[in-house]
């Protein structure tokens, strides 16, 4: 059986990365994988989410299969299938563990998570993502861990092909367009919070150090949830019984803390890795199905820490409401093309990052205070670091909650998300009597949204000089970015975007436009 | 310098062994010799446009010899498909490549430093399915690598001194420029001289201010043996990026020349412009680059 659960983890784990490998554009415009199936299968983010919009989401259903097999198997998810659990498991093999006493740290945490989490979901507050293992796992992969590999991967073939002759080259070279192939992004990728993303991962991981599986055991909200509904699963472990000697194994061996001292094995927490059965020297501990159940040793929540979680879960979302943010939203917050209206969409964002994963310019960067204290990891467009490509639908494809709507290529080109100012004090046209135009030149519509007018200014010299000086036309800007970006000043630049007159807030509207939402 | 002093130069900086930036004199040149020839071909086949213009100048042999390394430079700038107009159309590209295999090139690289996502380019401008339908392993499209990039003196510079330059573009022992012709906010019209700053990295935005005579002084270093210009759909408006079917005329029609001033010089006629009215023609003109003058060119027409 350890060998089935070992190879299981093993094609789920390397599943798991072809599908974040795939989480790219592919040459054409849909995608034919990604990881978002991970997420579609995650019970947790879907009652937070669908608790925050309240209301049945179909995307989410595949959840519900989860959820029906932890009643046969248990938490068998978690030992067999969670990326996060094999990742876990193997990280254990090298960070070993000093403490010997096997008791787990915070046994109800996850559970006082879990109420927090759903309460505070409940009352417009979207925690789920910054705990659930998939958004804590992709994340720090998309905006730590893959990036990293690129960065130190092109440096050291740079080295090879700069430094290093010929003859190694000839070696080196065909080995890095193997890997730019294969596993490379396309393109460097830059992230804020990038830290951030890479220590709550990392942490996770040092912590096989205090315990195995110390972030199953003490933090897991979705674990905790499974194991609601494995307590009475239908497979269940027989612990030691009265033939027992006194060794212990199974219990001081239990990588979740999940047989007592007593033996029985709770199976809230037994995640079916069947260590003990292997390692019983009488061969004792067995697993089948059965109707008589162990004395239920599953830990439950007080009363106490229910009522206080979930007090906790209704007071917070409430101070969201007396925050500035609630009264004057951050203008540089721009939303990825098809993004719901600000409340919906961080009711149903799980911060994943698969949309900042395969935003093809680099332009999705995960928010830190814009959005708000519940808005941190949700994905935000920075336009000096990357673009909103016209053409590209990605986002909406990949966004497994539909906090972004998957938009058609036409639907894409008309969708506004923000709007472009010029900042006339630095534009070289008007602050230099410089020519420039770089921006009208890369303005993607096919009416131009930036378009110049021909104008005599006095130069720099002294002189008059005939200069294109650019402006807006409101009605054809839909906020792209690529203005901004494609700016050749230096630092700041002197085109910017705001999310004012997005289509997603229609009454934000641009003192050039009517009362009437931009309808493009 | 001569030219092949300045390529060992450019491997010599890209291989680390020289801290010396490459440099290119072109003090050599002079506008005085014999008129340019320049063929122009249209018609409705845009494969045999390619061929025909070539041949009238002399032919594809005249250009690419046994053996060359041959580096095919289109507009691939936009994330646009070839009927838009926005990038070299890929039937002009894919023509191209089979004259240089004919003509016995070792190898062909197809590249160029896109403004929108590269993938995105390479894919909606149709180049790559054309290449692959040749198939043949000499021709090899490639994005841009930037470690390929080498700071260069430019020597003859009036206002751009040194810019970092792709390194493939310059040691190419036949470098084919292949722009599209379309018009441009800024400059007016995006022609073959414009078409450079797609194998040129940095802050490309920065020639914005300076165009005409960046250009030019680009032209003293980058410079194509021979200029195949695509007019078969021309953007007339809201360039180089156009997006609109609207907005292009059909015009049928591929030059081909040696002679980058002229080629710039005769495309700019067919949108009813004068050359003296694109301040990077003029600009390379005037450094003795090549010939606006129409009445100086050999041009030698052909319907197809």
């Known amino acids: 059986m350890i060998f089935l659960r070992r190879l299981s983890q093993g094609v789920f784990l390397a599943l798991f990365f072809v599908l974040f490998l795939k989480t790219d554009y592919n040459g054409t415009d849909h995608l034919d994988a990604a990881v978002n199936l991970l997420f579609r299968l995650d019970p947790f983010v879907a009652a937070c989410v669908m608790l925050g919009v309240k209301s049945f989401l179909l995307l989410l259903l595949p959840s519900l299969v989860v959820l029906l097999l932890s009643v046969i198997f248990g938490r068998g998810f978690c030992g067999w299938f969670c990326p996060m659990g094999t990742l876990l498991d193997l990280t254990s093999k090298i960070v070993s563990v000093r403490n010997k006493n096997n008791r787990t740290y915070y046994p109800s945490l996850p559970l006082i998570i879990l109420v927090f989490a759903l309460f505070s979901s409940l009352c417009g507050f979207a925690v789920a993502g910054y705990i659930d293992p998939f958004s804590l796992l992709v994340r720090g992969m998309a905006q730590a861990f893959y990036p990293l590999l690129n960065s130190l991967t092109v440096g050291f073939f740079s080295f090879t092909y700069r430094d290093l002759p010929e003859i190694i080259n000839q070696v080196t070279e065909p080995v890095y367009s193997i890997l730019q192939d294969l596993i490379l992004p396309s393109e460097q990728k830059f992230f804020h919070l990038a830290f951030l993303s890479f220590f709550m991962l990392v942490g996770i991981w040092l912590f096989e150090g205090v315990q195995r599986r110390f972030f199953c055991r003490n933090i897991c909200p979705l674990g905790a949830m499974l194991g609601l509904f494995a307590r009475r699963a239908l497979v269940a472990g027989k612990g030691g019984n009265s033939d027992c000697g006194s060794c212990r194994i199974c219990s001081s061996n239990c990588r979740m803390g999940a047989i007592d001292e007593g033996r029985k094995i709770a199976m809230a927490n037994c995640n079916l890795c069947f260590e003990c059965v292997q390692k019983c020297p009488r061969q004792i501990v067995d697993f089948g199905f059965s109707t008589h159940w162990s004395a239920n040793t599953s830990i439950s929540l007080s009363r106490r820490s229910f009522i206080g979680a979930a007090i906790a879960g209704v007071v917070l979302p409430s101070v969201k409401g007396v925050e500035v943010l609630a009264k004057n939203p951050d203008p540089s917050l721009i939303r990825p093309p098809g993004a719901l209206a600000e409340k919906e969409f961080l009711a149903r964002c799980v911060r994943c990052a698969e949309c900042i994963q395969v935003c093809i310019g680099n332009a999705l960067q995960p928010a830190f205070l814009q959005a708000g204290l519940d808005g941190i990891f949700s994905p935000v467009l920075a336009a000096r670091t990357g673009y909103c490509e016209f053409n590209c639908t990605l986002c909406g494809q990949v966004c497994p909650t539909g906090a972004i709507r998957e938009l058609s290529q036409t639907e894409k080109h008309r969708a506004k998300i923000g709007h472009a100012w010029f900042d006339k004090n630095t534009c070289l046209p008007y602050a230099k009597g410089t020519p420039c135009m770089v921006c009208e030149e890369h303005c993607p519509t096919p009416d131009k949204a930036i378009r110049f007018r021909d104008v005599s200014v006095m130069g720099d010299a002294g002189r008059m000089v005939s200069v294109q000086q650019p402006y807006i036309v409101d009605e054809l800007c839909i906020g792209c970015g690529i203005c901004e970006n494609k700016c050749p000043l230096p630092g700041k630049a002197a085109v910017y975007i705001t999310s004012a007159g997005e289509d997603r807030h229609p009454n934000i509207f641009l003192p050039s436009a009517t009362a009437t939402p931009y309808s493009g | ?304």
């Open chain 2, 1 to 304: 310098m001569n030219r092949r002093q300045f390529v060992r130069d450019v491997l010599l900086w890209s291989a680390g062994l020289s801290l010396g930036v490459p440099c290119f004199d072109v003090g050599g040149i002079s506008a005085a010799s014999a008129p340019p020839l320049l063929g122009v071909a249209s018609g409705k086949d845009y494969s045999l446009l390619v061929e025909k213009a070539i041949e009238v100048i002399g032919g594809i042999k005249g250009f690419v010899k046994s053996g060359d390394r041959v580096v095919i430079k289109p507009n691939i700038g936009w994330d646009r498909t070839p009927e838009l107009g926005a990038n070299t159309h890929p039937l002009v590209v894919r023509r191209l490549a089979e004259l240089a295999l004919d003509a016995g090139a070792s190898g062909i690289q197809v590249f160029d430093n896109t403004c929108n996502e590269k993938r995105r380019c390479y894919a909606s401008s149709g180049i790559i399915d054309e290449l692959e339908k040749i198939g043949d392993k000499r021709i090899r499209w490639e994005h841009i690598d930037p470690r390929k990039f080498v700071p260069v003196d430019i020597s003859a510079g009036k206002s751009l001194k040194r810019w970092e330059i792709y390194q493939d573009a310059l040691t190419a022992d036949c470098y084919i420029n292949v722009p599209v012709a379309k018009h441009h906010g800024l400059s007016r019209l995006s022609l073959g001289l414009k078409n450079a700053m797609g194998v040129i990295g940095g802050n490309r935005g920065k020639l914005h201010q300076n165009i005409g005579q960046d250009l030019a002084d680009l032209a003293t270093v980058v410079k194509p043996q021979l200029i195949v210009i695509d007019a078969t759909r021309m953007l007339l408006r809201n360039g180089p990026q156009g997006g609109r079917v609207e907005d292009v005329k059909i015009a049928d029609t591929v030059i081909a020349t040696a002679d980058p001033v002229a080629a710039d010089a005769y495309a700019t006629t067919l949108f009813g412009l004068r050359p003296e009215e694109i301040d990077s023609t003029v600009a390379a003109y005037k450094m003795g680059l090549g010939e606006i003058d129409l009445q100086r060119i050999q041009i030698r027409t052909v319907q197809v």
